[in-house]
C-alpha cells in the first residue's frame, strides 16, 4: 500500500491519549477530524488490546461539533437513527447511508470539475450585467464634482448629453436582465 491509501495509525494509551504514530506526537480530537477533513484515512486502536476504536472516535467528534451548533444532521435524522437501532431496518441502515454519502461525494465532486470549466465571461448574462455595472458607475461619478464635466476613468471628456445616453442604456440592459432572468 502506498502512504496515502495507509490510514494514518493513532494509538490510545491507557491515559487515554491519542499518539500519531507517523508524527511521533499526541493529538486531538480536532487534529484527527482535521486529518480526515484533508483526506486522510485515520484507524485509531487501543494499544494495549488493539480493539479497534475508530467509530467511537469518529462518533465523538460529530457529537462534539453538533454541541457547538455546527448542525449537520437535523433531529429527524437522528430520531431515525436512534429508532433504526430497535428495528428490523438496522440492517438496511448502513447501506443506505454508505450510498447516500457516495452518491453526495460523487455529487460534489462532479459539481466542482463543472465549476472549473465555467468561463464566466461566456456565462449568460454577464455581458449585459457588467454593462450595467460600468454605466452605473459612470452615472454614479458624473454627479462627483469632476465626474460630469471632468475626466472619465478612460481619460475621455463627458457631456450631459453623455449621461442621457448612460441612463438609458442602464434602462435598455435592465430590460435584457429581465428578459434573462425569465
Do not use: C
Not at 45 to 62: A, E, P, W
Amino acid at each position: 500500500m502506498t502512504e496515502e491509501a495507509k490510514p494514518l495509525l493513532i494509538k490510545r494509551y491507557a491515559s487515554r491519549r491519542l499518539y500519531n504514530t507517523e508524527t511521533s506526537d499526541y493529538v486531538t480530537l480536532e487534529d484527527i477530524a482535521r486529518f480526515i477533513r484533508d483526506g486522510r484515512e485515520v484507524q485509531i486502536v487501543d494499544l494495549k488490546s488493539g480493539d479497534d476504536l475508530t467509530r467511537q472516535y469518529l462518533l465523538q467528534i460529530i457529537a462534539e461539533h453538533e454541541s457547538r451548533g455546527e448542525n449537520v444532521l437535523p433531529i429527524n435524522v437522528l430520531t431515525d437513527l436512534v429508532r433504526s437501532y430497535s428495528t428490523q431496518a438496522q440492517s438496511m441502515v448502513p447501506q443506505f447511508l454508505a450510498s447516500s454519502f457516495e452518491m453526495l461525494r460523487e455529487s460534489q465532486t462532479k459539481m466542482m470539475e463543472n465549476m472549473g470549466k465555467i468561463n464566466p465571461i461566456a456565462a449568460p448574462g454577464f455581458e449585459a450585467m457588467q454593462a450595467q455595472q460600468e454605466a452605473f458607475l459612470k452615472a454614479m461619478t458624473g454627479a462627483w464634482p469632476g465626474g460630469a464635466s471632468g475626466p472619465t476613468p478612460e481619460g475621455e471628456e463627458q457631456s450631459g448629453d453623455d449621461l442621457g445616453e448612460i441612463k438609458k442604456e442602464l434602462a435598455e440592459l435592465q430590460a435584457k436582465l429581465a428578459k434573462l432572468s425569465k
